[in-house]
């Protein structure tokens, strides 16, 4: 990038691989982009900010500081004391924040920002998103009013579906990442559409014209997995009859999706690092390297850096997987999407079996919303099929999903065990932190869970 649109990253960034690799692939992916982005390092310096952000130059000139990103974007001498921003380094369990809010009258340029953390789990930069500036002067404090201030929610994106908060955020960085070069780690629990997820990066970015290839690196032994993805030359064992291309051959000029990536072998780990470290193959037997261009999305729901600390996963690997990582929220986190999401499972499913389109009352859609649903989208889907299949008429009844809310149904033994468990559980978790004086590091180490586990049960009880 030009020397004017960032200035040299602190000395933290520089002894942290997985910060640096982050820092370098945002600037691969925003230099050309029209949306205004920057990255700030904890004293609100603009460690990076490409054209479209930038108003001014980030160094004023010799012996000059560093631009500081409240007066670049909100054009104050000072930061606002309630800058939503120091959250992001105060929790780490947040994974975003946005700010429509004015402070003293001047108006704030953040959209939405998002943590940049360290190989030792702790934020040390913030990539944010800025708002598109209008035709006014930006010295005015006072902008032009509209008819419409809050930005449109989009319902879709791709296969994708939903407009709660969670579901925005997750589309503004698809669309940020998808014409980006770099490798991306979706990391999500079974069920809530990882794969969907990276054939929709693939569909948004330059590669969409070329083979979009999936893997499940979960269902294959190890030897079957390094043929199928490095191909094999005859005669290389039993049964190679034939030279066998692999599938990242097969997916050159596109993108190659490895599914439950962290069910490989620490073997088979190496040479998916050299993989990604050389850009070429070698058939299994064949001793010549073969270039490939493939863009390399993984996807795990397993927490990899609990793996990484326990010997389980390569490190050097996980650095190059995780440049661009993404977060897929449970379908708990964002049950006000479960309307959208039934109304189009009810009409592909009824197209798909050759059915009339059903209607659902709002006394079935308020049970499907109320519902669990551990298996997330995934079972939601498969749970709409089933009823369209096995219900006659024009409503969809869903009884036992209705009966699910329904006062009999909390009065039966699995219902009661259930909520003793979760209150107990809950219980346990607050003691934790009570002995540990709020450390949430130490709670996670009383309770022998790993921290990820613990952020996302304090989410699940709503324990702040």
Not at 126 to 134: A, D, S, V
């Amino acid at each position: 990038m030009a020397g004017s649109q960032s200035r040299e990253p602190p000395a933290s960034v520089f002894n942290d691989p997985v910060l640096t690799a982050r820092l370098e692939a945002i600037k691969q992916l925003a230099g050309g982009l029209t949306d205004r982005v920057a990255v700030v390092d904890r004293e609100f310096d603009v460690v990076y900010a490409n054209e479209s952000a930038r108003m001014k130059p980030l160094h004023g000139g010799a012996g000059m500081h560093p631009a500081k990103c409240y007066e670049l974007f909100a054009h104050r001498s000072d930061p606002c004391e309630s800058c939503p921003t120091i959250k992001l380094f105060e929790s780490p369990e947040v994974q975003s924040v946005s700010c429509m809010g004015i402070e003293d009258g001047i108006p704030c340029e953040l959209h939405q920002a998002f943590p940049l953390a360290s190989v030792r789990g702790e934020v040390e930069l913030i990539l944010l998103l800025l708002k598109q500036r209008t035709t006014q002067r930006p010295t005015d404090p006072y902008p032009a009013r509209k008819e419409n201030p809050q930005p449109s929610l989009r319902e879709s994106l791709g296969g994708l579906i939903g407009r709660s908060p969670a579901m925005q955020q997750l589309f503004d960085m698809v669309c940020l990442v998808a014409d980006s070069t770099a490798t991306v780690l979706i990391q999500g629990e079974s069920g809530t559409g990882k794969e969907l997820v990276a054939k929709t990066i693939h569909e948004l970015s330059y590669r969409r014209g070329k083979p979009f290839v999936v893997v499940d690196c979960g269902s294959l032994p190890e030897t079957l997995l390094e043929s199928e993805l490095f191909g094999h030359v005859k005669g290389a064992f039993t049964g190679a009859i034939s030279n066998k291309r692999g599938l990242f051959e097969e997916a050159d000029g596109g993108t190659i999706f490895l599914d439950e990536v962290a069910d490989t072998t620490p073997a088979f780990q190496a040479k998916l690092l050299r993989v990604l470290q050389e850009g070429e193959v070698k058939r299994v037997g064949g001793t010549q390297p073969i270039k490939i261009d493939v863009r390399i999305i993984s996807a795990t729901n397993k927490d990899l850096t609990e793996l990484v600390r326990s010997k389980a996963f390569r490190q050097d690997l996980y650095y190059r997987l995780a440049v661009l990582p993404l977060n897929l929220p449970p379908l708990r986190e964002r049950q006000e999407d479960i309307p959208l999401l039934v109304k189009h499972f009810v009409a592909v499913s009824c197209q798909r079996h050759r059915q009339p389109l059903r209607t659902v009352s709002p006394e079935v859609m308020h049970a499907l919303t109320e519902a669990a649903w551990p298996g997330n989208v995934r079972e939601l889907q498969h749970y709409i099929e089933r009823a369209v299949v096995t219900t006659t008429g024009t409503h969809l009844t869903c009884r036992d999903v209705v009966a699910m809310g329904s006062q009999e149904a909390e009065r039966d033994l699995r219902s009661v065990s259930r909520g003793a468990v979760k209150q107990a559980e809950r219980t346990r978790i607050l003691q934790a932190l009570q002995q540990s004086d709020g450390n949430r590091a130490k709670t996670a180490k009383l309770l022998k869970i790993s921290r990820a586990s613990l952020y996302n049960k304090l989410r699940t009880y709503q324990i702040h």
